[in-house]
């Protein structure tokens, strides 16, 4: 790509983008500033699935639970390793001293706002790689300013509002530009230990932050390996590096592997089908599961770009590469083999679930490639094109993200569907010593504050996926005390008379075991929003009484979680 792009003059002679760009990012930075408000200050009711995604519930209890003297463990009862550990480890230290009564909103509030500063950081990051990249891809300083703002302007208001607030998304986004933001301003093997810890610290912290990220960190140390080749000392640099990841790494892995005997938490195996590869299945699991259409269109338009830019820099390898130009360049080469790496493997081994964190640096990436990509397609014209479309599109996925959010607030006003009130609600029924199994349902088990063992298997060990496959789950349950069920039943429906059967599905392992609730023990009936109006029941389960159905007789009921 050759050529610096120019658009035409203005009349005071400043930079013709420089206004509207500082506008965009203004508007950007106003962006991140009212969700602040919003997460500091409104009632986190007001929060749950308009701005807090379900899973953070498993963090946020995961961290205060260990406060509270139960170890790394959501349901208080075993310790778990289906979560990835920076967050809590960023989190336990923060709710000890900004919340040392434990408060369940205090330690809410706090997972939010940890996840906020990692969205904020991410901008930085963003602009700061957006500064570097379109200069050293043709782009005049005249015309970097508005690109840059307009590109800020599509991560505020298109990955800002996105339900991930309290997980781990935000800290992959954060790690993730902040690595190639150093890359593209130095390269990926600067000199001196600063930058080798740097490098370290931000790749094995995306590991730390979600295990899935794994890709990216290989993309960066291939693109590493051959820099490496062509830098003085370049080998001793690099295997500095990979030595102080894998040190990073090394205690949670063998923490897994010594007290669980997996190197993976639970969460990752469940998410995967690795080594069966189904494409079918992959793909049926990624078009109906939580992505919405914008995020499904991310996923193959970005599958695109990382091809188109990878065969771009394939075709240029062999050309030198000024200097200055050097780091951009290999940061959207890491970014493109990370990212089409990881969408390839989503397609291929996708299971039980799907959701927008598992590729947030993608959008990131994906309008970087339309910037650089419109400026030479249409040469001077571009600036009136790339940087209007992205905030054309970042504007209505906001309003489409607003239309969605505010009937759902106005229902959580009214006290319809108020889950947090739900959640409240089952603690009042439950006894301090009892113990909940049921639901994947992380937020209202973390407000209901009670022990309660994730149904799903998320949050759990592979000791529970293997007791249903042996059709020992009444009697695993019953060795940890469990004396409460919850299920969703979707649809709503009369109870009845008849015991009801409930399936459990163990999906490491493909198989089902069952339980059986008596009506007359059902103990608690709430209509909820999620799942077009799902209802929840809470009930006493008495495995002794009740007698448990066998994995293969039919259930008279098939209540869904």
């Known amino acids: 790509m050759q050529g610096r792009h120019e658009p035409f003059a203005s ?6 983008g420089a206004a509207p760009g500082r506008a965009l990012t203004v508007l950007a930075w106003g962006i991140l500033t009212a969700l602040l408000g919003i997460l500091a200050f409104v009632h986190p009711r007001f929060l749950l699935g308009t701005l807090v995604g379900d899973d953070a519930g498993y963090y946020v209890a995961v961290a205060r639970n260990a406060c509270l003297g139960h170890g790394f463990s959501f349901d208080r009862v075993d310790a778990t390793n289906g979560f990835n550990p920076l967050m809590p480890m960023l989190l336990i230290p923060l709710d000890r001293l900004f919340a ?6 205090a330690c809410f509030r706090i997972a939010a706002l940890v996840s906020w500063l990692a969205l904020a950081w991410s901008l930085v990051s963003a602009r700061r790689l957006a500064a570097s990249v379109l200069p050293a891809f043709g782009l005049s300083d005249r015309a970097t300013g508005p690109a840059v703002g307009a590109y800020l302007f599509f991560l505020a208001a298109f990955v800002a509002p996105k339900g991930y607030y309290g997980m781990d998304a935000f800290l992959v986004l954060a790690l993730g530009l902040a690595y ?11 000199p001196g230990r600063w930058p080798a810890l740097r490098d370290a610290a931000l790749l094995a912290g995306l590991v730390l932050a979600r295990v899935d990220s794994l890709p990216l960190v290989v993309a960066a140390l291939m693109v590493t390996s051959l820099a490496a080749r062509h ?4 080998g001793r640099r690099l295997v500095a590096r990979v030595a102080l990841i894998g040190a990073a790494i090394a205690p949670y892995a063998a923490w897994n592997r010594v007290v669980f005997g997996e190197w993976l938490p639970i969460s990752a195996r469940l998410k995967s089908s690795f080594p069966d590869w189904e494409p ?11 992505l919405n259409p914008a995020d499904v269109a991310v996923v193959f338009a970005t599958l695109v770009a990382a091809a188109a830019w990878l065969g771009f820099e394939a075709r240029r390898r062999g050309q030198p590469a000024p200097t200055a130009g050097r780091g951009a360049r290999d940061a959207m080469a890491i970014l493109a083999l990370g990212l089409g790496a990881r969408l390839s493997w989503l397609l291929a081994f996708s299971r039980l679930d799907v959701q927008g964190s598992y590729f947030i640096l993608a959008p990131a990436f994906l309008a970087l490639c339309t910037l650089v990509a419109a400026a030479h397609v249409a040469a001077g014209r571009w600036i009136r094109a790339a940087p209007f479309a992205l905030v054309l599109g970042g504007t209505a996925l906001l309003a489409a993200k607003l239309g969605a959010a505010l009937p759902e607030v106005a229902a959580i006003g009214a006290g319809k569907g108020d889950e947090w009130a739900l959640a409240r609600r089952i603690h009042d029924r439950v006894a301090p010593g009892d113990v909940i199994f049921g639901g994947a349902l992380g937020l209202i088990g973390y407000i209901a504050d009670r022990a309660w063992i994730n149904g799903d298997g998320v949050a759990n060990t592979r000791a529970f996926q293997d007791a249903i496959h042996a059709g020992d789950l009444a009697g695993h349950l019953a060795r940890r005390s469990v004396d409460h069920v919850v299920v969703t039943v979707t649809p709503p429906q009369e109870p009845g008379g008849a015991p009801i059967v409930i399936r459990v599905a163990s999906h490491l392992h493909g198989s089902y075991d069952s339980l059986v609730i008596a009506p007359r023990d059902i103990l608690l009936r709430e209509r909820m929003r999620r799942g ?10 008495r495995p002794a009484a009740a007698g448990q159905a066998s994995p293969d007789s039919p259930p008279e009921r098939h209540p869904s979680r």
């Not at 040392?100 to 909103?105: H, K, M, T, V, Y």
């Not at 830098?231 to 370049?234: F, L, P």
């Open 11 to 16: 009349r005071d002679g400043s930079p013709p």
């Open 280 to 290: 079918s299945a992959s793909l049926r699991t990624v078009l109906h599961s939580s």
């Open 100 to 105: 040392p009564g434990l408060d369940l909103i």
């Open 231 to 234: 830098e003085s000392h370049g």
């Open 532 to 541: 077009g109006g799902s209802e929840l029941w809470l009930a006493r389960w």
């Open 180 to 190: 190639a933001a150093a890359v593209a301003r130095v390269g990926t093997l600067a």
